[in-house]
């Protein structure tokens, strides 16, 4: 048992050791450890006033590289990035020469075992393949699948997950990771197939260090029209954004390299190549016969490594249902000698209105708050980031509540948690996303 007083955040740096100290009977004789972490809180104000996460890194070049994923709940089912008992769905799968893709599977109960089937679609939209044999699980396991669609033969896909006996419920992610510096970036699920309204990608970027894919996703079977809205944020000056439609057939996966030329090669409004650094937020609108319809979108933004390969960070496009509004809360940010924390808020707009917003900034060493941020305006679509959120608060372990004090328009607002102290200090720069929480 742990206790943590009031406001109070526990970063943990080896966890398996930290369990063995606590008691654990986990092996210490140099053998590889992986497992579930069941995380239960008792004593609190509120069932949503608590947060686990975890953060898995391996040295790399002149650093760590690594990811970030958050605990979900066991009682909250079906819920999109959550535990289910029915279908649940991996985009953005890919096998080449550049990068590969684990798939992990979790009983999140802890009463009965589940069998699981794993199904794989090619990304070109011409087939299918059922992983064999199906995958049985005890109360608690976990199981990874490496190179999962080298089973099928294909470069690109995604993957559907059934539950076929048991009651669940059970937990799918994925992570893509780099040949060279076998940096990942996990893929959260989707329950069945993704929410039927626009979506909102937080950022596309393209600079001198970072560019962003664009993977998009109809998991259907029927052709649709992705209607991809940018706004620029960084440089607006230079051009506003603007649409374009891109046509998906049935079953088709597109992973983009360097969305922002993308966009700007097929018409919307964006300075030149190399004159700025951009970035902006990204709307997509899945249509079918001119009807609001379902799909997939979402961005891994990446930077070279020094000894080839890349460093990188994934994330979704998120629904309005997804979105927060009054508040949200991004936890488990540090700002130490090897780590540094980035925040950034977009405007989802939905509505078509500014939004307004501060930031509470707290200390989860002392359980304080730390100070607040200046008040900020946010166009529809636009886009912020606040570098090294906590340093200029003199805090090293935090969290940050964003606070909406005006607008109607629904928001998002993510942290990345970056290797070295700063962008120069030495590290590889690699980031890990941390999705906010509504609470």
């Known amino acids: 048992q742990t206790t943590l007083g009031p406001g109070r955040q526990l970063v943990i740096p080896d966890t398996i050791a930290y369990l063995r100290t606590q008691g654990l009977p986990i092996p210490a004789d140099g053998s590889d450890q992986g497992g579930t972490l069941l995380v239960t809180f008792s004593g609190l104000s509120s069932d949503t006033a608590a947060f686990a996460s975890a953060r898995t890194t391996t040295p790399s070049g002149p650093g760590r590289a690594g990811l970030s994923y958050a605990g979900v709940r066991v009682d909250d089912v079906n819920v999109q990035d959550g535990v289910q008992t029915a279908s649940s769905w991996l985009y953005g799968l890919r096998e080449r020469s550049a990068d590969r893709t684990n798939l992990a599977l979790v009983n999140a109960s802890t009463a009965s075992a589940i069998t699981l089937a794993v199904t794989l679609f090619n990304g070109t939209g011409t087939g299918s393949y059922v992983l064999s044999p199906n995958i049985s699980l005890g109360p608690g396991q976990w199981t990874q699948i490496n190179q999962v669609l080298s089973q099928a033969g294909f470069t690109t896909g995604y993957a559907r997950i059934d539950l076929l006996s048991g009651s669940g419920p059970y937990f799918a992610y994925a992570a893509f990771a780099d040949n060279v510096t076998n940096d990942g970036s996990f893929v959260p699920p989707g329950t069945g ?21 664009l993977v998009l996703t109809n998991s259907s079977s029927a052709p649709l029209t992705a209607t991809l809205t940018y706004t620029e944020s960084l440089s607006p000056t230079l051009g506003s954004g603007g649409s374009v439609p891109l046509s998906l057939a049935a079953g088709e996966q597109q992973i983009i390299p360097a969305a922002i030329n993308f966009l700007r090669q097929k018409g919307i409004s964006i300075g ?8 902006g937020s990204l709307s997509v609108r899945f249509q079918t016969g001119g009807t609001l319809s379902s799909g997939f979108a979402g961005a891994r933004t990446s930077s070279p490594a020094q000894g080839g390969g890349e460093y990188g960070v994934f994330y979704p496009a998120f629904g309005v249902a997804e979105s927060a509004t ?14 540094r924390a980035n925040l950034a808020v977009t405007n989802v707009g939905d509505v078509g209105g500014n939004i307004t917003f501060h930031l509470e900034v707290y200390d989860g060493n002392t359980g304080q708050l730390a100070g607040t941020s200046a008040v900020t305006t946010l166009g529809p679509l636009a886009w912020l980031q606040l570098d090294e959120v906590l340093g200029g608060f003199g805090v090293s372990n935090g969290f940050v509540r964003v606070v909406q004090t005006a607008g109607t328009d629904h928001f998002l607002a993510y942290g990345v948690v970056n290797d070295g102290a700063t962008p120069t200090s030495g590290g590889t720069n690699d980031g890990s996303f941390l999705a906010f929480c509504n609470r």
């Not at 009054?326 to 780590?339: D, G, N, P």
């Open 193 to 213: 197939i993704p929410l039927t309204e626009v979506l909102c990608l937080p950022v596309l970027v393209e600079t001198s260090v970072y560019q962003s894919e």
């Open 272 to 279: 030149p190549i190399g004159a700025a650094s951009y970035a």
């Open 326 to 339: 009054a508040e949200a809360w991004v936890f488990a940010l540090q700002q130490t000698s090897s780590t």
